[in-house]
């Protein structure tokens, strides 16, 4: 088992303390945020990071990503997963959310720290090749190009960071955007890579993930 450091020539800053554009979005609280989480700790951890592979780690996740998140689960759930985001266990957690409630809780979790896990040898050198390289033959875009080559996201583009997720969780959303049950992605990009994935690729890049950093 080995972690993976990856050296990039550029650093990205990301504050979960506050998040606001212009007059009519409102200001993120952290702090109110954090009294807001606590229900949330049960599936993702007191800090975001989950303790289980059926639950994505949140902690240190872009803030506008986490809002997006969340304003599309509660217009999958005002839909019946006919738009936005559907899941069971979310639907009922977002239903009474107000928009300052998402931005405090965004702010929270966009604050915290993530965790980095271990990728096992097996799936460092194909699982490198894609992530830095896609798959040119098969018309697979390298995952950095879009996620950075350490996993860590472009937040102001709304591309989350995937460094250190549970290779389950990772695996289980790359399947759902590949079948098209995830369908949230910005003008389809992740459904139009996802489907040229095979189950060994995804098992090899959900693994090498979870090490990434």
């Known amino acids: 088992m080995k972690k993976l450091a990856i050296l990039c020539g550029f650093v990205l800053f990301a504050s979960g ?3 606001a554009s212009d007059s009519n979005r409102p200001v993120g609280d952290a702090e109110a945020g954090q009294e807001k989480a606590a229900v949330c700790a049960a599936c993702h951890g007191q800090t975001g990071n989950s303790p289980t592979g059926d639950f994505p780690n949140i902690a ?7 809002v997006k998140q969340l304003k599309d689960y509660q217009l999958g759930n005002e839909t019946q997963g006919e738009r ?21 809780l965004a702010a929270f979790y966009a604050a915290q720290e993530h965790e980095v896990g271990s990728t096992p040898e097996s799936a460092i050198e194909e699982g490198r090749l894609l992530w830095l390289g896609g798959d040119v033959d098969r018309g697979i875009t390298a995952c950095a190009a879009c996620h950075g080559p350490s996993g860590l996201g472009m937040s102001l583009a709304t591309f989350p960071l995937l460094s250190g997720q ?4 990772t695996a289980a959303q790359l399947k759902a955007f590949r079948s098209g049950e995830r ?4 003008n389809g990009m992740m459904r139009d890579i996802a489907v040229k994935l095979t ?11 979870r090490g990434l950093y």
């Open 199 to 209: 189950d060994h690729d995804i098992e090899v890049l959900s693994q090498f993930i």
């Open 60 to 66: 240190g996740q872009g803030m506008k990503y986490l």
């Open 183 to 186: 369908a949230n992605d910005p």
């Open 17 to 19: 303390a506050a998040f």
């Open 84 to 104: 936005g985001r559907y899941n069971m266990l979310m639907a009922d957690q977002v239903s009474n959310l107000s928009e300052q409630d998402i931005y405090d």
């Open 166 to 169: 549970h290779p389950e969780y």
